[in-house]
């Protein structure tokens, strides 16, 4: 079993929709992340968690929120979809910032 | 806050040869932490090699190794002996060792689309 796991893998929905995109992790990390990754763009921080009561708004949490249900969960929401949130979205995990960070396999969203 | 730049959007190289991509970045930290990340077609984010600042010896795994320039900032990939297995998103990141303040996570450049031609 994967040590990051993102569902669903892929989603298709319409604008004005709400969505829900759920991480979980096994490997036992305090630290997790949402990343939303855009052609060309790289990478970018939407919200990260240092633990279950301490939540941080990353380079782009416009019209995104998170949970962080337990140690090993960490979901984003897109309360009302909007088409130029259509992007592949990342979970990942780390522990000590000298450490490489965990990526589960992605989330591929497509609002119409 | 910290940038990083991949000026190369896509490099083409013939099997079994060498290829490096470049990175630089900008920051006022005088440690911090450095990865180049693999994103092959199936999408997954694949760590390739980290880099310590305050680490003058450049790391290396396996074809895989850096030249890392702290004063010029500069954090390039080399690739020897290409592997049709290579082809991918190449991505540099950046990791400052401070996570106060609201600032945690990587920073990462554009991307490097590399070509393996056979």
């Known amino acids: 079993d994967a040590d990051v796991t993102q569902t669903p893998r892929n989603r298709i929905t319409k604008t004005g929709k709400r969505i829900m995109l759920e991480c979980s992790q096994t490997k036992g990390h305090d630290r997790m992340y949402w990343y939303r990754q855009d052609p060309g763009l790289g990478l970018r921080l939407i919200y990260y968690s240092f633990d279950v009561k301490d939540i941080n708004k990353g380079e782009i949490s416009d019209g995104y929120s998170v949970s962080r249900q337990a140690q090993a969960k960490f979901s984003l929401s897109l309360e009302s979809a909007i088409p130029n949130q259509t992007a592949l979205y990342f979970c990942?995990?780390?522990?000590?910032?000298?450490?490489?960070?965990?990526f589960g396999d992605g989330t591929r969203l497509s609002i119409l | 806050a910290q940038t990083v730049t991949q000026s190369q959007p896509e490099m083409s190289v013939q099997e079994a040869e060498t290829v490096t991509l470049s990175c630089t970045y900008d920051?006022?930290?005088?440690?911090?932490?450095l990865f180049w990340y693999k994103q092959p077609p199936s999408r997954q984010m694949i760590l390739v090699i980290r880099q310590e600042a305050y680490k003058q010896q450049n790391a290396t795994e396996n074809r895989f190794s850096v030249n890392f320039q702290k004063a010029a900032k500069s954090f390039s990939l080399k690739i020897s002996d290409s592997q049709l297995g290579d082809a991918a998103m190449y991505f540099c990141?950046?990791?400052?060792?401070?996570?106060?303040?609201?600032?945690?996570?990587?920073?990462f450049g554009k991307g490097t689309h590399l070509i393996i031609q056979p």
């Open positions: 990141a950046y990791r400052s060792p401070y996570s106060g303040g609201g600032a945690d996570g990587l920073t």
């Open positions: 990942a995990t780390s522990d000590h910032p000298s450490q490489p960070q965990h």
């Open positions: 920051t006022s930290e005088s440690d911090y932490y």
